[in-house]
């Protein structure tokens, strides 16, 4: 039996015996590569977004079946009025990024305008996201991923030049813990990590 494989089998041995722990909290630490896709609105109100600087600093863990909220981000449109091709759907995705753990969870949205009230001088848009999404982690467990509903309603429509310029929804994004991932325990880390050390230095003896 080669070198190689003895200390392979060792470690799988080790990990057998020392068993992994099953946590039950997790750290989160959001990356600042966020960013939210809008270019699916340009044929119909044409929406704009920008993510909060603050989101990269949110670091916050989570016990199972816990949830955490902050905000990240803020939309609104530039158009000028609501026309009859803002009337019809146009598609958003939310790229979330962490950086632990290390991905990024993507989530799909629809806005369309909105036209009533007399003679249509009620105007705004609605953003609704698609349900939370569950996404898993690379060594076991999983979380989920929500961004909040928004809806803008102005009495007097009157564009980016007007009253209503400013006008904006703040973005919530909700991270519930579902399953915490499994970890090692200290002890089979560590005698892992002296059966790869002895492997490496009998390779370098034997060369």
């Known amino acids: 039996m080669c070198a190689r494989l003895r200390v392979l089998l060792m470690a799988a041995f080790l990990m057998a015996a020392s068993g992994v722990a099953l946590a039950d909290s ?3 630490d959001m990356g600042d590569s966020s960013w939210i896709d809008t270019s699916g609105t340009a044929s119909a109100l044409e929406m704009w977004a920008d993510v909060y600087g603050s989101v990269g600093s949110e670091v916050f863990t989570l016990n199972e079946g816990d949830s955490y909220s902050f905000l990240f981000a803020q939309m609104g449109t530039h158009e000028s009025d609501v026309n009859p091709d803002d009337l019809i759907p146009g598609a958003v995705t939310a790229y979330v990024d962490f950086d632990i753990p290390s991905l990024t969870g993507d989530v799909d949205g629809v ?3 909105f036209r009533g009230g007399w003679l249509g001088f009620t105007q705004g848009w609605d953003l609704v996201w698609s349900d939370p ?3 898993d982690f690379a060594g076991g467990g999983k979380f989920s991923l929500e961004l909040s509903d928004a ?3 102005n009495g007097w429509w009157v564009g980016p030049d007007g ?3 400013n006008a904006y929804a703040d973005i919530s994004a909700t991270v519930t813990l579902i399953d915490a991932p499994a970890i090692p325990e200290p002890a089979t880390i560590s005698l892992l990590g002296l059966a790869l050390a002895g492997w490496a230095v009998r390779r370098k003896i034997m060369a």
């Open 26 to 28: 997790f750290t989160f």
């Open 133 to 135: 999404v569950v996404v």
């Open 163 to 165: 009253l209503f310029d």
């Open 151 to 153: 809806s803008i309603r």
């Open 111 to 113: 806005t369309v305008g």
